[in-house]
């Protein structure tokens, strides 16, 4: 069974401070990872997708890194609209189809 | 409109009412999937189509039963619902196996 865990669960920052939020998982044949931006009462917003090991993307002040057991996010110099929670799923090999397995998400406040 | 919506925003409704959330996606994907988010827990797959075919069941309970007459357009039928049922149900599309995008999902209160 394929498991996601998210750390810190809350983080705060102030603004200009630069951090790292984790997510460690097990699956059965990683197919991709997948970060999400979540704001309160809204769907996730779609930041990421990393296929394997040593891959780094990067938009903006965010920067996601992928090793073969976890990903980090990492937040340069945020501002506070940087502020929300953000989201790991990891999707398995052929057997999980489509379906993505969440984490409960790491939530980010950032203070002017 | 763009993207993946979802109505209506906000629903109540009594333990006995039946009500329907409708989803649709405008980005031309070929899979769809309903999820169900609860405070303190991660997003639970419910259901998903892929070409209008339902191909996992994540042994929701039946007073939830999905329809997809196409591959734009998504409903989640509710019906004898419980308080625990109370959530926010999101919506999401993708090409494939692609990165799944979501709609801004229904705040569902059940009285």
């Known amino acids: 069974e394929d498991q996601v865990t998210q750390s810190p669960e809350a983080l705060r920052l102030q603004e200009g401070e630069s951090s790292s939020l984790n997510c460690s998982y097990t699956v059965s044949g990683l197919r991709g990872l997948f970060w999400y931006r979540q704001d309160p009462g809204k769907g996730p917003e779609f930041l990421f997708t990393l296929y394997s090991a040593g891959e780094e993307k990067e938009k903006e002040r965010l920067k996601a890194t992928l090793t073969k057991k976890e990903s980090f996010l990492h937040i340069t110099a945020p501002k506070p609209e940087d502020s929300a929670t953000y989201l790991c799923a990891v999707q398995g090999g052929e057997t999980s189809g489509s379906r993505l397995t969440f984490g409960e998400g790491t939530q980010l406040t950032v203070n002017p | 409109e763009t993207g993946v919506t979802q109505t209506p925003r906000h629903l109540v409704m009594g333990m006995t009412n039946k009500k329907s959330l409708k989803c649709e996606q405008h980005l031309g994907h070929n899979a769809m999937y309903w999820y169900k988010q609860s405070a303190k827990k991660p997003l639970e797959l419910m259901f998903v189509y892929n070409f209008k075919e339902q191909t996992e069941n994540n042994s929701v309970p039946s007073r939830f039963s999905p329809e997809c007459p196409n591959s734009s357009h998504l409903f989640l039928h509710l019906h004898t619902l419980q308080p625990e049922d109370s959530a926010l149900y999101l919506c999401?599309?993708?090409?494939?196996?692609?990165?799944?995008?979501f709609g801004p999902g229904t705040r569902l209160t059940v009285l």
């Open positions: 999401a599309s993708s090409q494939a196996r692609r990165e799944q995008f």
